[in-house]
């Protein structure tokens, strides 16, 4: 016999769709939320004898990191197989295999290691349908079908949430054995597009309710939501690039996430701070004092950023002329161009800074004002007082 535990998400449910394909009936699965996991493994053993256990995309804390090295050394058939850089100590173990890039550099999925680890113990036979399906949730789980514009790596995802589990684990398993290549059904297809609709209609209302918050060394974006929080924390992450990174904050879960769109930023050291962890771009804590502090008393009583006008036909962004933004402080500031540099002037007067191209001086600009592109009839009503004048 063998069980398999895995986490709750795409990822997590891929390697108990492979370990189905694989094991068929000799396989039992459990999905579990990270804090739900160790339960789980002192359950097994406590309980449970002869049976081969796989524990895919989630670590153990420290106390069943030992019980389990003891069941293994007393001959338990025991493997763990994770690609979060927080548990590649387990590497020092026979049983573990903690894999964050692979040979050529890409990044791994706890689903396409499994996979892998599958067919290298001919657990499981290579076939192009289940290859297509495991490179999918691997680009989903890993951002990767965001650079490669794969968006039906995001539609399975969307899928995945749209069925309850159990369903989309049968649903898969039957098309994985039945058809040379993967895909979406007629049905599947016509639904998906009606979703997309919904998240993009979501991510409008939060945008209108994100509010910066300098955290430590960092700015943060930070959104109160409880849905489609991978989608959200892209989208406003590349809204805001002036941002180091978007926190979402899930009340009624007591959970937050983390996302950045930045190469130089790690979020999984920010949940660090707050017992979490994750990946360098999407890391994720449970809500503790510090954070709920921080987060949620600290952000409170702050007004949303500002969006910047977005049918303007004259006061438009990187125009050498002059753009105009404004400030809650009702301040004035002109971004334009003066031989090689760009200039900021507030409220009529030089800054002191200069700039080397718009993007940067519009980045000084949101990050310590958070100013927005003012709209068409203000710039005019400004040229008109300034040629008074
Ligand atoms: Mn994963």
Same mark, same amino acid.
């Given at each position: 016999?063998?069980?398999?535990?895995?986490?709750?998400?795409?990822?997590?449910?891929?390697?108990?769709?492979?370990?189905?394909?694989?094991?068929?009936?000799?396989?039992?699965?459990?999905?579990?939320?990270?804090?739900?996991?160790?339960?789980?493994?002192?359950?097994?053993?406590?309980? &449970?004898?002869?049976?081969?256990?796989?524990? +895919?995309?989630?670590?153990?804390?420290? #106390? $069943? !990191? @030992?019980?389990?090295?003891?069941?293994?050394?007393?001959?338990?058939?025991?493997?763990?197989?994770?690609?979060?850089?927080?548990?590649?100590?387990?590497?020092?173990?026979?049983?573990?295999?903690?894999?964050?890039?692979?040979?050529?550099?890409?990044?791994?999925?706890?689903?396409?290691?499994?996979?892998?680890?599958?067919?290298?113990?001919?657990?499981?036979?290579?076939?192009?349908?289940?290859?297509?399906? &495991?490179?999918?949730?691997?680009?989903?789980? +890993?951002?990767?079908?965001?650079?490669? #514009? $794969? !968006? @039906?790596?995001?539609?399975?995802?969307?899928?995945?949430?749209?069925?309850?589990?159990?369903?989309?684990?049968?649903?898969?398993?039957?098309?994985?054995?039945?058809?040379?290549?993967?895909?979406?059904?007629?049905?599947?297809?016509?639904?998906?597009?009606?979703?997309?609709?919904?998240?993009?209609?979501?991510?409008?209302?939060?945008?209108?309710?994100?509010?910066?918050?300098?955290?430590?060394?960092?700015?943060?974006?930070?959104?109160?939501?409880?849905?489609?929080?991978?989608?959200?924390?892209?989208?406003?992450? @590349?809204?805001?690039?002036?941002?180091?990174?978007?926190?979402?904050?899930?009340?009624?879960?007591?959970?937050?996430?983390?996302?950045?769109?930045?190469?130089?930023?790690?979020?999984?050291?920010?949940?660090?701070?707050?017992?979490?962890?994750?990946?360098?771009?999407?890391?994720?804590?449970?809500?503790?004092?510090?954070?709920?502090?921080?987060?949620?008393?600290?952000?409170?009583?702050?007004?949303?950023?500002?969006?910047?006008?977005?049918?303007?036909?004259?006061?438009?962004?990187?125009?050498?002329?002059?753009?105009?933004?404004?400030?809650?402080?009702?301040?004035?500031?002109?971004?334009?161009?003066?031989?090689?540099?760009?200039?900021?002037?507030?409220?009529?007067?030089?800054?002191?800074?200069?700039?080397?191209?718009?993007?940067?001086?519009?980045?000084?600009?949101?990050?310590?004002?958070?100013?927005?592109?003012?709209?068409?009839?203000?710039?005019?009503?400004?040229?008109?007082?300034?040629?008074?004048?």
């Amino acid at each position: 016999m063998y069980k398999l535990l895995s986490h709750n998400d795409l990822d997590g449910v891929g390697c108990g769709i492979l370990a189905k394909l694989a094991f068929g009936d000799r396989v039992k699965v459990r999905y579990n939320s990270i804090g739900g996991l160790n339960r789980e493994v002192e359950w097994f053993l406590d309980n &449970v004898k002869d049976t081969f256990l796989l524990i +895919t995309d989630l670590s153990v804390n420290e #106390e $069943n !990191e @030992k019980r389990l090295d003891d069941y293994y050394k007393q001959g338990g058939k025991l493997k763990l197989i994770d690609h979060h850089k927080t548990a590649l100590d387990f590497n020092d173990y026979d049983w573990g295999h903690v894999v964050v890039e692979d040979e050529e550099g890409n990044a791994t999925s706890a689903t396409s290691l499994l996979y892998e680890y599958l067919i290298k113990h001919k657990y499981l036979e290579q076939k192009d349908a289940i290859t297509e399906f &495991v490179e999918l949730v691997r680009q989903y789980d +890993t951002w990767e079908w965001e650079k490669y #514009e $794969n !968006e @039906k790596a995001q539609r399975l995802n969307s899928l995945f949430f749209l069925v309850s589990m159990d369903e989309f684990e049968e649903t898969m398993i039957r098309r994985l054995q039945s058809s040379d290549h993967f895909y979406f059904d007629e049905f599947e297809e016509k639904i998906l597009d009606m979703e997309d609709d919904k998240i993009d209609r979501y991510i409008r209302r939060k945008r209108r309710e994100l509010v910066q918050k300098k955290v430590g060394e960092l700015y943060a974006g930070v959104v109160f939501a409880e849905s489609y929080h991978s989608e959200l924390g892209n989208q406003l992450g @590349k809204d805001y690039p002036h941002l180091d990174y978007i926190a979402i904050l899930n009340m009624g879960g007591r959970r937050m996430g983390f996302r950045t769109i930045h190469e130089e930023i790690d979020v999984s050291e920010v949940a660090a701070r707050f017992d979490g962890g994750g990946h360098a771009k999407a890391a994720g804590c449970s809500m503790n004092d510090t954070a709920f502090n921080l987060f949620v008393e600290g952000t409170f009583h702050l007004e949303p950023l500002r969006e910047d006008a977005r049918r303007n036909r004259f006061n438009v962004k990187d125009s050498s002329f002059g753009a105009l933004y404004q400030s809650r402080s009702d301040d004035i500031f002109l971004i334009f161009q003066e031989e090689e540099h760009w200039i900021i002037k507030k409220n009529d007067e030089k800054m002191e800074h200069s700039f080397s191209n718009f993007m940067n001086a519009e980045f000084f600009l949101k990050r310590y004002y958070e100013a927005w592109l003012a709209r068409d009839d203000v710039f005019v009503k400004y040229l008109m007082d300034r040629v008074k004048n």
